[in-house]
């Protein structure tokens, strides 16, 4: 039962930060990249950050490097986005998705697996 779940979303004001954790379950975790896409309302979904396997390298899109951080925790089967700096545009829905034998994928189609997602709201 493969299966990955996303938290630690939230409402806050701009300038502040949050957490975001992604739990998996069911598969080999360090065996796969994972990486972090957004969903604003009425938007399509779009590449935020990817890690690779031993999360040895990493990937941030252009908008929000410098402020958010991709990481991951073998051991906990667990990977983190660290949001800092927030600001309105941020806000959207944030899923975490696994991918097996790609390099630095950044489109949605190259991940099989997904969370549920979990929310952003940031505020002026």
């Known amino acids: 039962q493969v299966q990955l779940v996303e938290s630690g979303g939230g409402l806050v004001q701009a300038g502040d930060s949050l957490r975001l954790s992604c739990a998996a379950s069911?598969?080999?975790?360090?065996?796969?990249?994972v990486a972090w896409f957004r969903q604003g309302p009425g938007k399509e979904r779009t590449f935020v950050a990817t890690i690779s396997q031993g999360g040895g390298s990493t990937y941030h899109i252009g908008s929000v490097r410098g402020r958010f951080t991709i990481s991951r925790d073998n051991a906990k089967n667990t990977v983190y986005l660290q949001m800092n700096s927030l600001k309105p545009e941020d806000t959207a829905a944030y899923y975490c998705?696994?991918?097996?034998?790609?390099?630095?994928?950044?489109?949605?189609?190259?991940?099989?697996?997904w969370g549920q997602g979990t929310q952003v709201t940031v505020s002026s």
């Open positions: 998705a696994a991918a097996k034998d790609v390099f630095r994928a950044t489109g949605s189609q190259q991940y099989s697996c």
């Open positions: 069911g598969f080999t975790f360090a065996a796969y990249r």
